[in-house]
């Protein structure tokens, strides 16, 4: 999907379409509507990061995962809007549904990207006129703008879905990874992250096409046996995963980074009520997702940027967010609290689907839920 959050905003504020809109530092109200409050970048403070941006903001160098503190001197009179999850898997529902409707072979790749195994799937006209179909089905249910990239593999498929963003149909076939693939930085290869990037740069490899010819035995002595294997085939078009259609989650988790650091004494009330909604958001996703787990953990990350995590394990597993509040709590009281806050986070992993917990014997019936 083209610019997804942005593009479902401006859905809602189709004043905005041509302007520099970015979503990030904190969530949509319960009132809703920011069109009478609408704020540009240079009156935001706070360490809220970018979620996403209009094509107009990144074009002046907004992207996701920015500081919007940094984002406000690149594009001081970009409009910030509050993000809003729940409209957004809202849409990412329905685009879905109907890309499911012409090609069901999905592997699901988050809120707003999907892969789809094409293989059995005709179209009188073409690959192409059928990519074309599938994008007016989504914009019919949704609205929105999507960009398909069409190759023999996931991996080639993910590059060429990026190469002619936003609205754009790119089919990129192994005669055509020289001219379209080479010329890319490694980045753009999905499993090279910043930091293998900037050492390939280091290393003097700037390109994809320089990349496939480095010696692989070189790559492996400067990346490990594993991953030196894997840039030598990526780099040249070879990918051999399928596309998987379903996969058991391993764990559902919500988290934030606080606007401002909280102590847990002077500001305890507001702490409370942050620590209450994020483990009635993971009970929402659990009860949408149909799971219930056994294991609740907690993640904080204090003033000096320490990370702590604690786990507890229950005997039965929940997706009631009182004993998710509760247990998540006993947590908390394991960890020292002498420090102000910056991140909170609940997460529960050891899932099962919802209906084999019913199978399981009274016996195993987690203890009465109640708040701590």
Known sequence: MDAFYASVELLRYPELRGKA?????????????????????REYVGRGVATTATYEARALGVHSGLGLMKAARLAPDAIRLPADFDAYRRYSRLFKDAVA????????????EIYIDLTDVRHDAGVRALAQSIKDAVRAATGLSSSIGIAPNKLLAKLASELDKPDGITIVNHDDIPLRIWPLAPRKINGIGPKSAAKLDALGIH?????????????????GRHTGAWMHEAAHGRDDRPVVTFSEPKSISRETTLDRDLSATRDRTEL???????????????????????????????????????????????QDAQTIRRVAGECLKRVPLERRIRLLGVRIGALIPIDEVGKMQPSEADPTPSLF
């Open 207 to 223: 390109t994809i096409g320089e990349l496939a010819h480095t010696d692989p035995s070189w790559l492996v002595e400067q990346f």
């Open 272 to 318: 409370s009520q942050i620590f209450t909604d994020l483990c009635v958001s993971v009970a929402e996703d659990l009860q949408k997702a149909g799971y219930a787990g056994r294991t609740i953990g907690l993640k904080l990350r204090f003033d000096n940027f320490r990370t702590v995590t604690r786990d507890q394990t229950i005997p039965a597993p929940t």
């Open 101 to 112: 409707a012409i090609a069901p072979h999905i592997e699901d790749r988050g809120i707003d």
């Open 21 to 41: 809109v970015v979503i990030g530092g904190g969530r949509r109200s319960a009132a809703g509507d920011a069109r009478e409050a609408f704020t540009t970048l």
